[in-house]
């Protein structure tokens, strides 16, 4: 039987740990932290991770699948005109597959829950990712990293003929980038019918009668 599977995103040492690449460098545009006041930071990343972690604990309870995807760099897996693009991050060692930035932080699977590797922002670029949701899952339940980033471009994927799952996000699970994160949410709900969970208490209290 299929099941709603809870899919954890680019939770990795690049883009959360204190010395990963986005905090070691903080950007050129963003000198009080990730991007500023009210926005992206060290602090505020560690508290999605609290959430995160909240919201497998509670999954595994529940005996539901929990899935896990990792974005990598490496000249092999991107397109040229992305890697051009990447080129100068990568050669600081920027999501080098291999090495500790491409490692998970703070979580860590167990059992048989799936890890997965993509290959730029849509994890379902991974065949063997694709396959997986087509064959065990009911509905994806997004979390992670970044909200308008690769959050959007797996929303969008799962929408599309040939996959057509439903997705729902836990909104405090997650963060945005570039954008304001209520008008991302917005725009995942009106483009991608994405249902939104504030948190993890209001997805089980919106889910008691349909957590299949």
Known sequence: MKQKTLLVVDVQNEFCHPDGFFARNKL????????????LSVKSIDKVVDNIESAIAHFRKEGFPIAYVRGVGDPQFLSKSRFERYKEMYEQGFLKDGTNST?????????EEQVFTKWG????????FREYVQRTASGLILTGF?????????????????????????????ASLYWPQD??????????GTRIHNSLSD????N?????
């Open 28 to 39: 050129t545009c963003n000198p009080e932290g990730f991007f500023g006041e009210g926005k």
């Open 103 to 111: 490692a998970f932080y703070r979580i860590k699977p167990i059992g």
């Open 121 to 128: 922002l849509d994890a379902f670029s991974d065949t063997q």
């Open 146 to 174: 970044f909200t308008d980033v690769c959050i959007d471009a797996i929303a969008l994927r799962a929408e599309e003929k040939g996959i057509g799952i439903p997705t729902e996000i836990i909104a405090d699970c997650t």
């Open 183 to 192: 008008k991302q949410l917005d725009k995942l709900k009106m483009l991608y």
């Open 203 to 206: 997805y089980v209290l919106n």
């Open 208 to 212: 008691q009668n349909s957590f299949s």
